[in-house]
């Protein structure tokens, strides 16, 4: 894969375990470690999941920005 994803460095950061982070979204730790390590992809709801959870954007978990803050969400201001 192209771009390093951070969402091991987060998780890390968090003092997590991938079983703990794996248990929070509901899928095995097997597959939540090959999605770390770029071995399977990140499929968008987990990224979604993920987002919501570390409190960032999508497009900094998987390396399209260094920018951690996340995006003011539009939707819930009525611009939907």
């Given at each position: 894969?192209?771009?390093?994803?951070?969402i091991?460095?987060?998780r890390?950061?968090?003092?997590?375990?991938?079983?703990?982070?794996?248990d929070?979204?509901?899928c095995d730790?097997?597959?939540?470690s090959?999605?770390e390590?770029?071995?399977?992809a990140l499929?968008?709801?987990?990224?979604?999941k993920?987002?919501?959870?570390?409190q960032?954007?999508?497009?900094?978990l998987?390396?399209?920005?260094?920018?951690?803050k996340?995006?003011?969400?539009?939707l819930?201001?009525?611009?939907?």
């Amino acid at each position: 894969m192209g771009k390093r994803l951070k969402i091991r460095d987060l998780r890390e950061d968090s003092d997590k375990t991938q079983k703990d982070i794996s248990d929070y979204l509901g899928c095995d730790q097997s597959d939540y470690s090959k999605m770390e390590r770029g071995v399977r992809a990140l499929p968008i709801w987990i990224a979604d999941k993920l987002a919501d959870y570390y409190q960032t954007s999508v497009d900094y978990l998987i390396g399209r920005t260094d920018e951690k803050k996340p995006y003011p969400n539009v939707l819930s201001k009525g611009a939907r």
